[in-house]
DNA sequence: GTACATTTGTTCAAAAATAATCAATTTCGA
DNA sequence: TCGAAATTGATTATTTTTGAACAAATGTAC
């Protein structure tokens, strides 16, 4: 009994089970425990499991769920690096527009103790602003639950009553080719309204998403003056080129 | 039993039922409280849930400091009485306004499962409303973090956008002689326009404010068509003499 | 406010699992 | 066939996990 024959059986019984402990799989191999362990060590090594003390699990098993609203965000240091970058661009008395991105959102911890002015239509952003020194107004419009934000014609046009100094904006995709696109419409028409109003806007974006087209192309990537990132790819030089002013520190 | 797997139950067990007892946790898990403990301690660490005297809390429900979710709310069950009354008259199908009133916010418990379409502007109230089958519009416009609201111009020229079949809304004083009063010019705005936009006005009111004024007297008791209370008083009886329609089981 | 009960943190001990070391076995190529 | 390298197993020491006991802290009732 090899190797490699002991992995195929190991994944199958995890596949099948989602756990198994070390007795067990030394028992149905027939081999020893500690053979078994060296392989559950080399094979967690390899991303295909995760051990856990007296066995090994499934790696879905152990992934922590994503429906608590703290999410742990993906990506969080590069986000919150953009962020401390971006804070440094709001001044005392300040309007800002914040929207509903997860990116944007992780602005909210470096501005709480600013004196500014913020509206946005995000939920979360409401929430987390809500005990700070910032003065907050709400776009209204219709709720959607599943993206904890304010959107539709209504919201829009309640944005295009303000003016803002600036609009700190997320998208799921940015190109110098393609320019921004988004996975949904309604985010699309938040995005342009708040735009069209700034005197500046920024972008936001990690640098995985810089290059990306999503499905939903809608403006060019000059709506926006200013872009964050976190990394000075080729994708975010083109970017420069188009006449964007790039910041990554 | 590993603590990968008591993680994973630990924490659907809060997704559930928003909160658990230590004790719960150990009996249903079958392992000793220490242990449980322990595991708290570790998921708090991580930012998973919210470590509490006896047990654990789903972060969501922790972060919410809305003064009157608890149950400790003054005259709970007099406004749970009224709220139960209100919520007869609310048809599947119905747009209703809801305002920012302690009382008003006890109906979401009895609505939550209605196919209805609630415009408000109480922050409460749409948190209460996230995870149930209602519609939900938000009016936009200045939070009033103090309040847990949305106050202001823009939000009553938000809410005469609207037309809503009914308007639930509380005062802070109401008597036949001198209408309704209210402690913030605002409340009062906002009260004002939603009765304008509605074809139908109830005020929900506990006995304790019913024959009071307070400070700012700002319409007559006929802006409303219904009131609904707990008791029978004396100061009831002269709002019905007034025309109102008067509701109390 | 005090007194009481509950919950928690800490320390210690026992049990289980693991890592480390070394010996035995197998494999493979010259 | 011989020997080096890899694999496997056994033994021991270490680490991790768990539970129990008790003092300190916290919440609750009066």
Known sequence: MNFQKRKRIILDKLTDMGEASVKELADEIGISEITIRRDLLILAGEGLLYRTHG??????????????????????????????????HIQEGDTIFMDCGSTVFRLCQFIKNKEIHVVTNSLPVLQELMDSSVKINLVGGEVDKERQAVHGKIAEEHIARYHFDKAF????????????????????????????????????????????????????ATLANVIISNKKTEAVLDLAKAGLTVITD
């Open 169 to 220: 904006l997320g998208v799921d995709g940015i190109s110098a080719a393609k320019g921004l696109s988004a996975h949904s419409e309604l985010e699309a028409g938040i995005t342009l309204t708040a735009a069209a109003h700034a005197e500046e806007t920024y972008l936001l974006c990690d640098a995985s998403k810089i290059g990306k087209d999503k499905y939903l192309q809608f403006a060019p």
């Open 55 to 88: 066995g090994a699990m499934r790696l879905d098993l152990v992934k922590t769920p994503t429906n608590f609203t703290n999410k742990i965000a993906s990506n969080a240091e590069a986000k919150d690096h953009i962020c401390r970058l971006a804070a440094r």
